[in-house]
T-cell receptor, first 115, second 108 residues
Framework: DTAVSQTPKYLVTQMGNDKSIKCEQN?????MYWYKQDSKKFLKIMFS???????INETVPNRFSPKSPDKAHLNLHINSLELGDSAVYFC??????????????FGPGTRLTVL | RKEVEQDPGPFNVPEGATVAFNCTYS??????FFWYRQDCRKEPKLLMS???SGNEDGRFTAQLNRASQYISLLIRDSKLSDSATYLC?????????FGQGTELSVKP
């Protein structure tokens, strides 16, 4: 039983292409997140959705567009990929209790390489 | 100054050793604190929450000093399976801020 799943696990693509990463959670959580982990291993939040509504939007280029069709899914679409987008992208989910995130459950990550 | 700062290591220790990791955070209004563990090429997983009174879970002890804005993790009797990167995590206004992580390698 996979709690948080992401597809694809690996993505290799050319600069300038558009790609999507999908994420699904079966934990019944109300909040989902996208994180980026760069080559220096820093894990930084990009977006957060609570019940399909965007609640956190960090300083991320507008080439990145999250979409949440329902509270169990949060997809990430990236337009005009650049070399600097190469990283591991993690999806996560949690319950939010009194405005604070509880334990975050992460997906296995999508390793994106832009050539 | 980074929001959450950790010594990246690596810490190379023999099995059975006691090892301590430190972490400092810059925002005094931070509300809650955690240690996550990340194995190589895997996703982070919660190791333990950190409470003001300090808390222990088996061989792992976490401490929080709000006055000094400092968090620690102590691992006693290290096992080979403890080899991983340990991430210090701080909740700032509902957003989790991750440290760079401290790499631990436990050798036989």
């Amino acid at each position: 039983d996979t709690a948080v799943s992401q597809t694809p696990k690996y993505l290799v693509t050319q600069m300038g292409n558009d790609k999507s990463i999908k994420c699904e959670q079966n934990l019944g959580h109300d909040t989902m997140y996208w994180y980026k982990q760069d080559s220096k291993k820093f894990l930084k939040i990009m977006f957060s959705y609570n019940n399909k509504e965007l609640i956190i939007n960090e300083t991320v280029p507008n080439r990145f567009s999250p979409k949440s069709p329902d509270k169990a899914h949060l997809n990430l679409h990236i337009n005009s990929l650049e070399l600097g987008d190469s990283a591991v992208y993690f999806c996560a989910s949690s319950q939010v209790l009194a405005g604070n995130p509880d334990t975050q459950y992460f997906g296995p990550g999508t390793r994106l390489t832009v050539l | 100054r980074k929001e959450v700062e950790q010594d990246p290591g690596p810490f190379n220790v023999p099995e059975g050793a006691t090892v301590a990791f430190n972490c400092t955070y810059s925002n005094s209004a931070s509300q809650s604190f955690f240690w996550y563990r990340q194995d190589c090429r895997k996703e982070p997983k919660l190791l333990m929450s950190v409470y003001s009174s300090g808390n222990e879970d088996g061989r792992f002890t976490a401490q929080l000093n709000r006055a000094s804005q400092y968090i620690s993790l102590l691992i006693r009797d290290s096992k080979l399976s403890d080899s991983a990167t340990y991430l210090c995590v701080v909740n700032e206004g509902g957003k989790l801020i991750f440290g760079q992580g401290t790499e631990l390698s436990v050798k036989p």
